[in-house]
């Protein structure tokens, strides 16, 4: 399997539920970070949460890591329809010069 | 301070033709990623650049595909030939110091191929 793998890879919800996805990966990691794409759109950063680091809150996401079980979850609380996206971990590995390996993503649909 | 800057954000091109796809980094930031992103897919890394060097270009095919970033001007990822498997989307991400350590990648909206 690849680095920054995502379970579930699809997930749908209504508004106002709370989202959680994971993220698996395999070698020793500099940072991790979570990526929202709308479709066919770029790539918008939401989260950087470095390897010291467990937890990490912006706004309404909540980063967890932990870099024992080489896993992080991204959770979305009182999710929006505006929050209908894929959704990407990216890892930095120690040994990479900073490229990022992303999974293939897990998509959110958010019905109102 | 504008972001990343890729074009064109479509380009269409029949097999056998070029591709260039032009990537300006941010303001102060002198190193360039290009990543793929195939349908469906995440985003796969190709070529990591700095000015006027290659730094790693593990993940570029080996024919066809090239990519340079000259001390002036944009960075620049070229396929010859193409072939209707090159149509994805490509991403240039910029960073302002070596690899992106604890730094968040900044991304442009990237450049949809489609080789008909």
């Known amino acids: 399997s690849q680095q920054g793998e995502e379970d579930p890879q699809a997930l749908s919800i209504q508004e106002g539920e709370n989202a959680t996805m994971n993220c698996s990966y395999k070698?020793?990691?500099?940072?991790l970070q979570w990526y929202r794409q709308n479709s066919g759109r770029g790539l918008v950063h939401l989260i950087l949460?470095?390897?010291?680091?467990r937890e990490k809150h912006s706004g309404r996401l909540r980063v967890t890591l932990d870099t024992s079980k080489k896993s992080s979850s991204l959770l979305i609380t009182a999710s929006r329809a505006a929050d209908t996206a894929s959704y990407f971990c990216?890892?930095?590995?120690?040994?990479?010069?900073?490229?990022?390996?992303f999974g293939a993503g897990t998509q959110v649909v958010v019905t109102p | 301070n504008a972001g990343v800057m890729q074009n064109p954000r479509h380009l269409v091109r029949r097999r056998g033709q070029e591709a260039r796809l032009r990537c300006s980094p941010m303001?102060?930031?002198?190193?360039v990623y290009w990543y793929r992103q195939l349908p469906e897919e995440g985003l796969k890394f190709m070529v990591y650049?700095?000015?006027?060097?290659?730094?790693?270009e593990s993940g570029m095919p080996k024919e066809r595909f090239s990519a340079e970033f000259p001390k002036e001007g944009p960075s620049i990822l070229r396929i010859q030939q193409v072939v209707r498997g090159d149509s994805a989307a490509y991403f240039c991400?910029?960073?302002?110091?070596?690899?992106?350590?604890?730094?968040?990648?900044?991304f442009g909206q990237g450049t949809r191929l489609t080789v008909v």
């Open positions: 991400a910029s960073s302002p110091t070596m690899g992106q350590l604890n730094t968040e990648a900044f």
């Open positions: 650049l700095q000015k006027e060097n290659i730094i790693d």
């Open positions: 070698t020793s990691i500099n940072n």
């Open positions: 949460i470095r390897s010291n680091e």
């Open positions: 990216a890892t930095d590995s120690t040994d990479s010069w900073g490229k990022l390996q």
């Open positions: 303001k102060g930031h002198s190193h």
